[in-house]
């Protein structure tokens, strides 16, 4: 049986991008993935993904969101691939707004670049925007687009040519320790290793069951669609990337690059699913087309045209949100990347550096102390 130092279980964007710093180390490590990444089974299709740093979902984000940005940059410059377009993101909501109130705040303690703007200075600046009164926003002018799949190619390039293996289209069957070592089993063979990482979305929960941990993480059906839309108002050289919270839903999405439509989204909702049965149908549902276009209808009608595509792709939710990433309490040579909530594609390098970090120097440089699975005790 074939001996790593670690082994990777799901090599999508938190896996490959920890091979890849693992294989930097010179660390001998296996990635095996039941796919063949990049790839439209997970949650990293879609071909891009917002980045922010004065982050609403909490304050202790922004340090990670930072270092993800710098670790984005120096793959762009290792790969020589554009990988972030700086379009800015502007988040809107009512004045009461909660989320605006905490990117505010971010702003604020870390001094980062945020343009706070009413809700006619919005209108004047983008007339594609439609936005009410009662409403206002902040713009992230350093903050723009990543480019998801061509992220993961990136890695996956870097991280075999520095000497990592890549087993793709191999579904892990089953999870075992044996002493101090891991057992991996897999449809096309068994292999050993000194340390572990699961990271595999959607299927993480029981592959952890198989270690004995209890990781409350639900697998949701999310979509996305791109629209028509007036180019002289949403291109990406003059229209940022955007959230809006609505009190009773969320929306994101983007300007229109290279003439493919604005891309949007809605992050909340969606239908809890087994990832192996999943309904990958955009369409089946009416609220796949019907959410997004009625939000466009409302605040960019001129961004409401013919539907051009539409995916459905997956979020691994936790309870809180948050994401679990952390050490087996018993075996503390197993790590684990889990329930990025929709959210967690921006940290996908620093998420990597930092499982990296703790596979071989068994701490982080950066504080995961709020992704700790025993908050959940």
């Known amino acids: 049986m074939q001996t790593y130092e670690v082994i990777i279980v799901g090599a999508g964007s938190m896996g490959m991008a920890a091979g890849y ?15 063949d990444p990049p790839h439209t089974m997970g949650s990293h299709h879609g071909d891009t993904r917002i980045i922010r740093h004065a982050y609403g979902e909490g304050k202790q ?15 762009e410059q290792a790969a020589n691939v554009k990988l972030f377009s700086q379009t800015g993101v502007l988040s809107a909501g009512a004045h009461d707004c909660a989320f605006l109130q905490e990117v505010r705040e971010s702003a604020e303690r870390y001094s980062l670049p945020l343009e706070v703007l009413t809700a006619q200075e919005v209108r004047e600046r983008w007339q594609g925007i439609e936005l009410p009164d009662h409403f206002y926003a902040c713009l992230e002018p350093a903050s723009g687009v990543l480019y998801s799949e061509h992220a993961i190619r990136a890695y996956r390039e870097l991280a075999t040519a520095s000497g990592a293996s890549l087993l793709t289209n191999t579904k892990v069957t089953s999870l075992q320790t044996d002493g101090a070592d891991v057992i991996v089993h897999t449809d096309s063979g068994s292999y050993r290793g000194k340390k572990l990482l699961v990271s595999a979305g959607a299927w993480n929960a029981p592959l952890l069951q198989e270690l004995g ?28 990337a955007f959230v809006f919270h609505l009190g009773d839903s969320m929306f994101y999405g983007f300007p229109s690059i290279d003439g493919a439509g604005v891309k949007i989204g809605r992050h909340d ?5 087994d990832p192996d049965t999943l309904e990958r149908t955009f369409g089946c549902y009416l609220s796949d087309e019907g959410d997004v276009r009625a939000f466009l209808e409302t605040y960019m009608p001129q961004a409401a045209g013919a539907l051009r595509q539409g995916r459905v792709c997956i979020y691994t939710m936790t ?13 503390p040579h197993i790590v684990f990347a889990a329930g990025f909530s929709g959210h967690g594609f921006k940290f996908a390098s620093a998420v990597g550096e930092a499982a990296s970090q703790l596979l071989i120097d068994g701490e982080s440089k950066l504080d995961l102390s709020m992704f700790s699975l025993s908050r959940f005790s």
């Open 21 to 35: 710093y693992l294989a930097k180390r010179g660390a001998s490590a296996l990635l095996i993935d039941a796919f």
């Open 61 to 75: 984000y922004v340090t990670f969101a930072l270092r993800a940005q710098e670790l984005w940059a120096e793959l």
């Open 213 to 240: 941990l209890s990781v409350p993480l639900v697998p949701t059906r999310k979509t996305v669609a791109w629209f028509g839309a007036d180019e002289s108002l949403y291109s990406a050289d003059r229209f940022p």
């Open 269 to 273: 909702g969606g239908q809890a699913i």
């Open 319 to 331: 309870p809180d949100e948050h994401f679990v990433i952390d050490r087996h309490p018993d075996n």
